[in-house]
């Protein structure tokens, strides 16, 4: 049984409580500290997990640069490589209710949310397991029947995976699985905040096959381990989802080694609603847009936009079922919103409510705890209306269950409202008239435009933001492209002297 095994078999529902928790070289070890984790719904220490120094993460970046370096994944046979990825997913099904409840325990999130992310995380594998089985590169017509001119994609090499608290599990494998199937080798370090998962998530990858050193694994604070990470110069790439100021304090500091940087960096995402829309589904969507994991997601529908003549109608409906949302601990089944993930980010969404009513918008419903004496995070799902563009709620991402409201009347005004924010992941309309959803979606300057819906992904569709929402895609093919260096490689099959230099004649 491997230390991840063992991980998993001890403590209470699953969680792992024993040490060890840091994965360098093929060897789980000890950390020279360590942090408790708390389940975000009573604020109860649910395990304790070692944590890296900054020298350790370096012993992490070495194993990984020394397993690139001698080959020992890239030059496996793509069919192999995809036979590890596909017992991944095997593995992650196997295990499924077990990894929900961990991270249900970790996140707050609902277990119902948990277990889709596992399915989700499932899909991702299987899909880079195929991706993984590659191509054999592109001919280029050189113009000279003498040359072969043939364009190949190689691993990137070595990749610092750093990830964020909200889909600890899912984002992780975002990517692991492409840079795993491009044949990198990795460091891997979540969030302090939900590290149980990634955890996991490692065990599995050993116990499917990944050679020691491939894939490393270091917990920690981002500002020491994740910074660095980021600064090695054995790293050729970091891929990290979180805030917009992380992000642009790893880009600044990637800079000194040049490397190439993927980042997720959340938005601010408009949801339209034109008048003839199927309301019912329009309202209920919008729902789960926002309140869905209490709103920390990057891609929540925190800004509503509905035309005129709806728009009393819509917000009435939205705030009668908003206030119909059974809020709880995420393990009870009937819970349908879970509490934020720490008393910080609690604090951080409360702050946004009182700057939202200082600002003049109008609160509909929610704007509290639920309750004076909680013990967990939880917070009520809000509304706000009366919303005006230059507003800090209606421009900063909030990441938590608020919604603001605005009105528009013509589709010039939609169009100029959904892009009027400096992020652009992504963003949603809703009309019975097709043409003007094209007409609108492709206006959009967000990396995904839903239409009659808000939220779905797939894993062969490329995500990721235009704007202050980053740079990089994940998923689909471009999300592996991330994780590969093209090479031209051009073979003169008969050289011959060109005598380019008057005096390269042969003596
Ligand atoms: O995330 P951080 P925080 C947004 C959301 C939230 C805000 C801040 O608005 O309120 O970001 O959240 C690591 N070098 N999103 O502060 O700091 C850190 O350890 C290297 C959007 O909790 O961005 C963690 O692993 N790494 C988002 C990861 O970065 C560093 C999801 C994310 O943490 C580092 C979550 C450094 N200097 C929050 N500093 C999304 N895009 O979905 C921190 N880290």
Same mark, same amino acid.
Request: net charge negative; aromatic share 6%.
């Given at each position: 049984?491997?230390?991840?095994? +063992?991980?998993?078999?001890?403590?209470?529902?699953?969680?792992?409580?024993? $040490?060890?928790?840091?994965?360098?070289?093929?060897?789980?070890?000890?950390?020279?500290?360590?942090?408790?984790?708390?389940?975000?719904?009573?604020?109860?220490?649910?395990?304790?997990?070692?944590?890296?120094? *900054?020298?350790? *993460?370096?012993?992490?970046?070495?194993? %990984?640069?020394?397993?690139?370096?001698?080959?020992?994944?890239?030059?496996?046979?793509?069919?192999?490589?995809?036979?590890? +990825?596909?017992?991944?997913?095997?593995?992650?099904?196997?295990?499924?209710?077990?990894?929900?409840?961990?991270?249900? +325990?970790?996140?707050?999130?609902?277990?119902?949310?948990?277990?889709?992310?596992?399915?989700?995380?499932?899909?991702?594998?299987?899909?880079?397991?195929?991706?993984?089985? @590659?191509?054999?590169?592109?001919? &280029?017509?050189?113009?000279?029947?003498?040359?072969?001119?043939?364009?190949?994609?190689?691993?990137?090499?070595?990749?610092?995976?750093?990830?964020?608290?909200?889909?600890?599990?899912?984002?992780?494998?975002?990517?692991?699985?492409? %840079?795993? $199937?491009?044949?990198?080798?990795?460091?891997?370090?979540?969030?302090?905040?939900?590290?149980?998962?990634?955890?996991?998530?490692?065990?599995? +990858?050993?116990? *499917?096959?990944?050679?020691?050193?491939?894939?490393?694994?270091?917990?920690? #604070?981002?500002?020491?381990?994740?910074?660095?990470?980021?600064?090695?110069?054995? &790293?050729?790439?970091?891929?990290?989802?979180? =805030?917009?100021?992380?992000?642009?304090?790893?880009?600044?500091?990637?800079?000194?080694?040049?490397?190439?940087?993927?980042?997720?960096?959340? @938005?601010?995402?408009?949801?339209?609603?034109? %008048?003839?829309?199927?309301?019912?589904?329009?309202?209920?969507?919008?729902?789960?847009?926002?309140?869905?994991? #209490?709103?920390?997601?990057?891609?929540?529908?925190?800004?509503?936009?509905?035309?005129?003549?709806?728009?009393?109608?819509?917000?009435?409906?939205?705030?009668?079922?908003?206030?119909?949302?059974?809020?709880?601990? =995420?393990?009870?089944?009937?819970?349908?919103?879970?509490?934020?993930?720490?008393?910080?980010?609690? %604090?951080?969404?409360?702050?946004?409510?009182?700057?939202?009513?200082?600002?003049?918008?109008?609160?509909?419903?929610?704007?509290?705890?639920?309750?004076?004496?909680?013990?967990?995070?939880?917070?009520?799902?809000?509304?706000?209306?009366?919303?005006?563009?230059?507003?800090?709620?209606?421009?900063?991402?909030?990441?938590?269950?608020?919604?603001?409201?605005?009105?528009?009347?013509?589709?010039?005004?939609?169009?100029?409202?959904?892009?009027?924010?400096?992020?652009?992941?992504?963003? =949603?309309?809703?009309?019975?008239?097709?043409?003007?959803?094209?007409?609108?979606?492709?206006?959009?300057?967000?990396?995904?435009?839903?239409?009659?819906?808000?939220?779905?992904?797939?894993?062969?569709?490329?995500?990721?933001?235009?704007?202050?929402?980053?740079? =990089?895609?994940?998923?689909?093919?471009?999300?592996? *492209?991330?994780?590969?260096?093209?090479?031209?490689?051009?073979?003169?099959?008969?050289?011959?002297?060109?005598?380019?230099?008057?005096?390269?004649?042969?003596?």
């Amino acid at each position: 049984m491997s230390p991840a095994d +063992l991980q998993l078999a001890v403590g209470t529902d699953g969680v792992p409580t024993v $040490a060890g928790t840091l994965y360098i070289d093929g060897s789980w070890r000890r950390g020279s500290s360590s942090r408790p984790v708390l389940n975000p719904a009573d604020a109860t220490e649910i395990s304790q997990v070692d944590e890296a120094s *900054a020298e350790e *993460a370096g012993l992490a970046v070495a194993a %990984a640069r020394a397993a690139f370096d001698d080959g020992r994944w890239s030059s496996v046979p793509a069919a192999e490589r995809s036979a590890v +990825l596909g017992r991944v997913a095997d593995l992650l099904q196997a295990n499924r209710s077990r990894i929900a409840r961990i991270e249900t +325990l970790d996140t707050g999130k609902t277990l119902r949310e948990s277990e889709i992310d596992v399915d989700d995380v499932t899909a991702v594998f299987r899909y880079y397991a195929a991706l993984a089985l @590659g191509e054999p590169g592109r001919l &280029v017509d050189a113009g000279n029947p003498a040359v072969v001119s043939r364009v190949v994609h190689e691993p990137v090499g070595v990749c610092a995976l750093i990830g964020p608290w909200n889909y600890p599990l899912l984002q992780m494998s975002w990517k692991i699985a492409p %840079a795993l $199937a491009a044949g990198c080798t990795a460091v891997l370090k979540p969030s302090e905040v939900t590290p149980l998962t990634t955890v996991v998530l490692v065990g599995l +990858l050993e116990d *499917a096959g990944v050679p020691a050193g491939v894939v490393n694994l270091v917990l920690g #604070a981002g500002a020491g381990v994740g910074a660095a990470l980021v600064e090695s110069e054995q &790293v050729d790439l970091v891929s990290f989802t979180g =805030g917009l100021s992380t992000g642009r304090t790893i880009m600044r500091s990637a800079a000194d080694t040049v490397k190439k940087v993927a980042l997720e960096l959340g @938005g601010k995402n408009p949801n339209i609603v034109f %008048a003839d829309a199927v309301l019912d589904a329009a309202v209920d969507t919008a729902l789960t847009a926002v309140f869905l994991h #209490a709103g920390q997601v990057c891609s929540a529908g925190t800004r509503l936009l509905l035309e005129e003549p709806i728009a009393d109608e819509f917000v009435a409906e939205l705030v009668r079922r908003a206030e119909l949302i059974r809020i709880g601990p =995420g393990l009870e089944p009937e819970s349908e919103m879970p509490p934020l993930v720490s008393a910080e980010h609690l %604090a951080k969404v409360e702050e946004y409510v009182r700057v939202g009513l200082a600002e003049g918008a109008r609160l509909l419903t929610g704007g509290s705890r639920l309750s004076d004496d909680q013990k967990g995070y939880f917070y009520r799902p809000t509304v706000f209306t009366d919303c005006r563009r230059d507003m800090r709620i209606v421009q900063e991402e909030t990441f938590g269950p608020i919604v603001t409201v605005e009105r528009f009347s013509t589709e010039d005004e939609a169009v100029m409202l959904g892009n009027d924010t400096r992020y652009g992941l992504a963003g =949603g309309v809703w009309t019975a008239d097709r043409g003007r959803a094209q007409r609108v979606a492709s206006r959009l300057r967000h990396g995904t435009v839903w239409i009659n819906d808000f939220g779905p992904y797939l894993p062969q569709a490329e995500w990721g933001g235009f704007k202050l929402s980053g740079t =990089g895609r994940e998923l689909g093919p471009s999300g592996l *492209a991330e994780y590969q260096e093209a090479k031209h490689m051009y073979e003169n099959t008969e050289p011959a002297a060109q005598h380019w230099f008057s005096g390269g004649q042969p003596g």
